[in-house]
């Protein structure tokens, strides 16, 4: 990173959580089965350079009910706890479209969308043909988004793209036809926000895959990616991982603002 980079401060807003998980229920090749292995749900806020940017949107209320998640706030109200107007944010980056990822989209009426071709391809196409293959996926919200297609305000990425002076999206697939990290560059070096590339840092570290996957090939070579694109493992921030907010400090407004583009305290 030059002298002279542009840098960004991330925070990890954390949203839900899944208490009654094991390992049995989220990894393939579990370890041991019956070890507890909650989930927490997060959003990401990358701000700095003049941007406000957004990464993943979450679920609401409705869809926690249905799908038996405990919403612990709405992710709208996540933004404005840390001083964020959500109809200010103008761009908002979609990891992919999972329920836990592509909901509340209403909530940011001035902002423009960004998503993979793969990932809007797979999430229309045959593969949703398939039951448990659409089953992360909220229909609702994939209307939505084709929606935004037609008012254009969808900007779709093929690979590698630059989002702003400095920040990257990065094709990896493997968990989804078409998910993608975004790469930022803050104090502390070259951070990884890899979503659901890696739910925790167990999978990235034991090369032990989540039980929802695509193609096991993308979703290996996506880890490889994910450790060259960062300064180091503590630089891969995982999706759905408590020990984050265990981790990292918490923002002075917020508890459940996590601050990972500085350095791990624990
Ligand atoms: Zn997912
Ligand atoms: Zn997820």
């Known amino acids: 990173?030059?002298?002279?980079?542009?840098?960004?401060?991330?925070?990890?807003?954390?949203?839900?959580?899944?208490?009654?998980?094991?390992?049995?229920?989220?990894?393939?090749?579990?370890?041991?089965?019956?070890?507890?292995?909650?989930?927490?749900?997060?959003?990401?806020?990358?701000?700095?350079?003049?941007?406000?940017?957004?990464?993943?949107?979450?679920?609401?209320?409705?869809?926690?009910?249905?799908?038996?998640?405990?919403?612990?706030?709405?992710?709208?109200?996540?933004?404005?706890?840390?001083?964020?107007?959500?109809?200010?944010?103008?761009?908002?980056?979609?990891?992919?479209?999972?329920?836990?990822h592509a909901g509340n989209l209403g909530g940011f009426p001035n902002a423009r969308f960004h998503l993979q071709d793969a990932e809007m391809q797979y999430c229309t196409g045959r593969?949703?043909?398939?039951?448990?293959?659409?089953?992360?996926?909220?229909?609702?919200?994939?209307?939505?988004?084709?929606?935004?297609?037609?008012?254009?305000?969808?900007?779709?990425h093929s690979g590698t793209s630059e989002l702003a002076p400095g920040i990257t999206l990065h094709l990896v697939g493997g968990h989804s036809g078409g998910l993608q990290v975004m790469r930022v560059p803050t104090a502390r070096g070259w951070?990884?926000?890899?979503?659901?590339?890696?739910?925790?840092?167990?999978?990235?570290?034991?090369?032990?895959p989540f039980v929802l996957l695509h193609n096991l090939e993308k979703m290996l070579e996506g880890w490889v990616l994910c450790e060259k694109l960062a300064d180091g493992p503590d630089h891969i921030i995982p999706g759905h991982d408590p020990e984050v907010t265990r981790r990292f400090p918490k923002h002075p407004l917020d508890r459940g603002a996590i601050m990972v583009d500085l350095p791990p305290i624990a």
């Open 127 to 156: 593969c949703m043909c398939h039951e448990p293959l659409r089953r992360p996926f909220d229909v609702e919200h994939v209307m939505q988004a084709v929606q935004h297609v037609y008012t254009e305000r969808m900007t779709f």
């Open 1 to 100: 990173m030059s002298a002279n980079a542009p840098l960004y401060e991330i925070l990890a807003l954390r949203y839900a959580h899944s208490a009654d998980r094991t390992q049995a229920s989220n990894l393939i090749f579990p370890d041991d089965h019956a070890a507890p292995m909650p989930l927490d749900y997060f959003i990401w806020l990358i701000r700095g350079e003049g941007r406000t940017i957004v990464l993943d949107t979450g679920f609401d209320q409705e869809t926690a009910t249905r799908r038996n998640r405990k919403l612990l706030r709405s992710p709208l109200d996540a933004l404005r706890a840390v001083g964020v107007d959500p109809a200010k944010v103008d761009d908002v980056v979609l990891s992919h479209m999972h329920f836990d």
């Open 191 to 208: 951070v990884v926000l890899a979503s659901d590339a890696a739910h925790f840092w167990y999978n990235i570290r034991r090369r032990s």
